[in-house]
């Protein structure tokens, strides 16, 4: 998220103390008037936001294994990173690279109601953030309702969502932005997974142009990875700069058509259209790149 | 006198930090509510701390085609203090809660995959001061 500011603070030391003396003394204030907003000063608000003050926002792995499943696509274990491999992840990078990958993997078996493997990959998630020393990052009552829920199919979809929502809250209130975006890179890069292995085993339009729209998602990563100057990331970010290379060359045509909003139903229907040109050689580069720059992540202990 | 200045500041910011923290999770609990369990969430939360209702706070999105998106806005404890708008990659404007009553949450059905921009500001009629504001995407298929 990007503010753009028209006006600026000066003398921020001193309305920071009184902002703080203020706030500390206005907390009975608070509970008679719920509503108030807190008063807050720019010192505190470039902490808060994300990444040299701006967020960005990247799919959820849940929905592209969604497009998968409705494509026809059976569930292949196979696909997937093992779950019994926690252990050989030495580095908080590669814990956090896995741990994104392993709620993808969760969520995927749920979709397809495979009870024993979630509940493996739930051990896999809850395992490596202990050791990340996150484990507060995931809500222990979440937990405990996807444990309980892990024969339902929606309510697990539903679960992990709000489950890494509250792990992006929590890491990035607790000033570990780079654990997060970290999760975020390996959540898509398993998605990235699932797409182009199924385009492999069944080709079809959807998964294909699903492939090609990640533009924009890859766009916000390397922004939010290129923050560090860990030499780990920056030969990851790397990686994905080349991967973005290959995506400059995929045309899209965007043709606007006015929406329409049914006010009754808080609904809006878009209706713009975009059309997509992506050529066979194109996808598989993304499919090369992508398999290297995954293989590189699960298997970190051996490189 | 100027080490203890600079640690009073420390703290004081410190302070203001942790408070503003827990104004934004407080708030963004909720706005949890309004993406309902028809919807998914995308595993992001959207926040940011506005000075004034003359700030604005961005982020771009994909919409993918053929799903539905909830989206939920929010600032303060109650409803409709955050005017959001969306706009496509070439700043037509998609959808405004402004005309809607700020109408905290609103439902998108998507046909085709676009690049969308998303801005929140603080009401100036509601709010006269600062705010948290917080921003929850959730999708379904259609």
Redesign the interface.
Known sequence: MKIHKKILNKNVLAFTIAVSLLSSCGDKKEDVNKDELVETVDTVKTSVLNVGGELFSVPSPIQTALLIQKSGISYDKSTLHASNKVNTFTTDFSKSLNLGIYGADLGYVSLYNQTQDALGYLASVKQLADKLGISAAFDASTMERIKNNVTNKDSMMVLVGIAYRGSDAYLKNNQRTGISSLILTGGWIESMHFSVTAYKTKPSEGVRFRIAEQKQALGSLIKILSVSTEAEVTALTAQLTELSKIYDGIQFKYNFVEPVTDTTKKLTYINSTTEVIVSDEQIALITDKIKEIRNKIINASQS | MKKF?IA??F???A???N???A???TI?NIC?KHII?T??????????????S??????????????TYRIAAC????DG?LIFNIY???R?L??TNRD?KN?P???????????TIIE?Q?DANR?P????AV?????K?K
């Open positions: 200045i009073l500041s703290v004081s910011i302070s203001v930090f408070k503003a923290n104004q934004c999770d963004a949890a369990s919807f998914i969430s995308d595993g992001q939360q959207y926040r940011a701390l506005l000075l004034n003359e700030e604005t706070a961005e982020f771009q999105t994909t919409f993918f085609g053929e799903t600032s303060g404890t109650s203090n496509d990659q070439d037509h998609l959808f809607k109408a949450y609103w439902d998108f059905k998507v046909k085709s995959t676009l690049e929140a603080l709010n001061g600062s705010g948290c921003m929850l995407i959730g999708f298929q």
